[in-house]
């Protein structure tokens, strides 16, 4: 079976195929997505407006959680990817045992610095300018979730390298089973227990502990097509400066959301007009993150079912498949793309969405979310161009064009617009919100140029389709 899912990373049908490797990995993005979402939906529903502000402000942490997480995981997947490519099962194997190394080492060395400086991380989000309450909340959320981090990122380095070698089904499934715990457990210890923010917490802890279960049960009962033996759990040079690498273009990105989400923090609190306001505003912050990761993830999601075939085509040498992966993954990023901006910007769908984060009875909030939403996104059809060339670049092992296509938008253009516009504008907190439209069309243009170039190399090189592939 594990052969046959190799065979046809070679051989078949790229329409076939991308749907294949993509549906569940977008179900495993979306469910991943969603444990925030859950999170939001019930703290803004029955916590308040105050709670919804203070998770919004220990997102940035978690945010920076991931990053690492992504740069140990997606390039140790593209490592694994292009191994496999070549047949090389040895080196897979240890690609494997060094991951969960990494994975241990680094989050267990994050944990207590974020702990024992809670105060300090939390003002850097803006939490010195919000409201009391608020700055408590996340403060008792960040408290609890903090140590189990390390069992939510084992599950999704070991779910990322199940999908890189073409076990799409199995990935998915190990999110699946966190997801539906995080659903039953989020309104029984927020509510049931009267946890508060803190309930959202233990459920997000409980749940992603029994992903990296479910993850790790494929590999100790031999169901993979790459095996974890625990004499490979280790450091090995020849593999961990390209690894690191190969992951430094997601990782970046997502770090990077991580100073956007602080930066958006941080002048919205700058700019109002008092606590209450700087309340309000990042609330209502919390709500667009949360309607961007219902409508990125699957966006995401597409760029992760594209990596395996991206690389493996690459490393076999096969270009013609890699120039018609390219076509394909754009045409399908693009109708998501549109598809984003539909639900946030065309009435009444924004109104809609708000209602699920915001009570009824909040009318000024829910009034200032949907307005947000259809400021910010206006312009989100225009992104797919730079998200599958970062995703074409990553995968065949070109991280320096990765990593200069993945800054572009958020490093390059959005942060200094965030803060520069309000300098301009009368009402700041609108010239805050327009930044990102700005960035979204300024950094479409500038990754034209990058991905043609590429275009042409593949339809001028001589593609060498492997006959065979190798089992052992």
């Known amino acids: 079976m594990c052969c046959g899912e190799i065979a046809e990373l070679a051989e078949g049908r790229l329409g076939r195929l991308l749907f294949r490797y993509s549906w569940p990995a977008l179900a495993a993005m979306s469910l991943n997505a969603l444990y925030a979402v859950v999170d939001r939906l019930w703290i803004g529903q029955g916590c308040g407006e105050a709670a919804m502000a203070g998770l919004q402000l220990a997102m940035p942490v978690m945010m920076f959680f991931v990053a690492c997480g992504v740069l140990i995981g997606a390039g140790h997947a593209t490592v694994l990817s292009i191994r496999l490519g070549a047949g090389d099962f040895e080196a897979c194997e240890k690609v494997v045992g060094q991951l969960v190394a990494m994975k241990l080492v680094v989050f267990l060395a994050l944990s207590p610095l974020v702990y024992f400086n809670l105060d300090t991380v939390l003002g850097w989000c803006g ?29 999704f380095g070991l779910s990322a390298l199940q999908r890189a070698e073409g076990g799409a089904i199995r990935s998915m499934m190990s999110m699946v089973v966190g997801f539906g715990a995080n659903l039953i457990l989020d309104p029984l210890f927020i509510f049931g227990f009267g946890l508060g923010v803190a309930g959202a917490a233990w459920a997000t802890n409980v ?23 625990w004499r490979r759990v280790g450091l090995y040079r020849e593999f961990l400066g390209r690894a690191f690498a190969l992951g430094f273009a997601p990782f970046l990105q997502n770090l990077l959301g991580a100073l956007i989400s602080v930066s958006l923090a941080g002048a919205f609190a700058k700019w109002a007009d008092s606590p209450e306001a700087a309340t309000r505003q990042i609330a209502s912050l919390g709500v667009y993150n949360a309607m961007m990761i219902l409508t990125i993830m699957p966006i995401m999601g597409t760029q992760q079912g594209l990596q395996p075939i991206f690389g493996y085509s690459w490393g076999a040498r096969n270009f013609r498949r890699v120039r018609d992966t390219l076509r394909l993954g754009l045409w399908v990023t693009t109708v998501l793309c549109v598809a984003a901006c539909v639900v946030q910007v065309v009435p009444p769908f924004p109104q809609l969405f708000v209602r699920l ?73 609108l010239a805050i919100w327009l930044a990102m439209p700005i960035s979204d069309v300024l950094c479409q243009l500038a990754t034209i140029p990058p991905l043609v170039l590429h275009a042409r190399f593949l339809s001028r090189v001589r593609t060498r389709p492997l006959a065979f592939f190798h089992t052992s």
Do not use: K
């Open 127 to 155: 939490g010195g300018r919000v409201s009391a309450e608020a700055l408590a909340a996340g403060e008792s959320y960040l408290r609890t979730v903090v140590f189990f981090s390390v069992f939510a990122h084992l599950a």
């Open 207 to 229: 749940s992603m502990l029994l992903s990296f279960a479910w993850a790790a049960r494929y590999y100790l009962r031999g169901e993979t097509a790459v095996a974890f033996r």
């Open 357 to 429: 984060f915001v009570p009824s009875d909040n009318a000024a909030l829910s009034a200032l979310a949907a307005h947000d939403l259809a400021v910010s996104n206006c312009m989100i059809w225009t992104i797919s161009i730079n998200v599958v060339a970062t995703t074409y670049f990553q995968s065949i092992g070109h991280p320096r064009m990765a990593v200069m296509l993945s800054t572009l938008r958020q490093g390059l253009i959005l942060l200094p617009c965030i803060w520069l516009l309000p300098h301009f504008m009368s009402d700041h907190a």
